[in-house]
């Protein structure tokens, strides 16, 4: 990996190339592997500059562009294009201005916040919009609630097309955000793997999200209690919110965990079981990182010398 690290920050032309290469790969499973070359551009950010990093993003919209446009147009395939490098160049360009993961992570939060928002804005009522395509997806609901019906569980389709559309936008948002942020680690820790070992991994440990998120999400969190006792149905806005922030504490959860681990204060079993709970108990983690806001588990737990950077 380093070689091919070196090889590639020896020209910025190569990233060219290899936004190309790495945009084809990721397109036989999107959107998983969608950081692939978003990863590339932070790195050409991190270790060359902007012109680098812009050759990484054109030679990876080319591919995603020639992709997408037999679909949903041209003008679908550069949007599509937009989404998967653009995020991840702005939180790239913070993270070598700030020289701070967790100053880009806060950034990438509030933005992921400020789009759910937005699109609320925009569309009015982003659940009727998407409402009408659920005729589209009907066979699918229609599995959905045998399944579901097999567990005990009875929902019609259209309850439960109602609730898909009515998380859509906030999971999108959660989406980018978790996107943007594993390509600015995958970046970062070719960077680190390549000009200075051990920065990605003190970075990620020191991960947090700061009181300014937290308080936001406090506040959205008491907006959408109040209305819901007010009027028996929460805003959905605040809802949107919380949802997004959920997913960021989560992040900051693992980072957590693994700061405990370099203090050698939890041993790898627990380290094991924090990543089992992401699927099993996810409210679990959120909990743990939104507390390491005020109460600083990781300040506590300060590594000894020759502690585990794990």
Known sequence: MKKLAQWLTARPIRSLFAGAVLALLSLLALPVLAWLPAGLVVLGLLAIGPVAAALAALGAALPIVWAFSPVIGLGGGL?????????????????VTSRSLSFAFQAVALGACALVLLVRLILGDPTGVLMPLLDLFRPALEETAKALAGLGVERTPE????????????????????HTMTSLFAGLWTFSALREPGLFGRQFRDLRLGSLVAWVAVGALLASLVTQWASGRAWAPAEDVLFVLAGAFLLQA??????????????????????????LVPMALVGLGFADTWVRFRDRFRARPGASQG
């Open 159 to 178: 309850e439960i097309g109602e609730a898909t559309a009515r998380v859509a936008w906030a999971t999108g948002a959660w989406m980018l955000l978790l």
């Open 254 to 279: 693992l980072a957590v965990v693994h700061g405990l681990r370099a203090a050698q204060a939890i041993g790898p079993a627990l380290v094991v079981l924090a990543y089992a709970g992401v699927l």
């Open 79 to 95: 949007v599509v294009a937009a989404v998967v490098l653009v995020p991840a160049y702005v939180a790239g360009s913070m993270l």
